[in-house]
């Protein structure tokens, strides 16, 4: 019983411990912006339909451009590098807007993407408005 006790007690403070760490994300200086076609009205047709985001996504070369530019003065390359949007385009992020473009390192990056896979879901199941996704986002990745 003394065991129990104790493997419970050592499992309560991980998951306050891995919930502390959770939070202290490298976060964006940025404040986020969205695109002005996508709201709640227009999920269905904009954000929930297969392939939206490849349709409106920049391309390779107004990205890469934009990701050097960033990483100007950076002691690392522009490689170490995501070039990520704040809100992202699955959530109807602007998909060009300087205020939505941010360098993410890799590691952080894909921990954001299964943010933005869970938000995306929720959204298009209905279990979660569009505009609480993105306040979501700002409060996980934003400028504190």
């Not at 019983?1 to 760490?21: G, I, K, N």
């Not at 590691?107 to 943010?115: F, N, R």
């Not at 996704?133 to 504190?144: C, E, I, S, V, Y």
Request: net charge positive.
């Amino acid at each position: 019983m003394v065991l129990l006790r104790r493997l419970v007690a050592l499992f309560a403070c991980a998951l306050l411990l891995a919930a502390a760490a959770a939070q202290d994300h490298q976060r964006a200086l940025i404040p986020g912006a969205v695109d002005p076609n996508v709201t709640q009205r227009t999920i269905h047709d904009t954000i929930c339909q297969r392939g939206y985001t490849a349709k409106v996504r920049p391309s390779r070369k107004v990205t890469d451009a934009i990701k050097r530019r960033l990483a100007e003065g950076l002691p690392d390359s522009p490689q170490d590098y995501e070039l990520n949007h704040l809100i992202p385009l699955g959530l109807g992020g602007h998909p060009t807007s300087p205020e939505n473009l941010w360098l993410q390192s890799w590691p952080e990056a894909a921990i954001k993407d299964l943010d933005e896979l869970r938000l995306h879901r929720e959204v298009c199941a209905g279990r979660m408005t569009l505009e609480q996704a993105q306040h979501d986002m700002l409060k996980t990745w934003g400028p504190r």
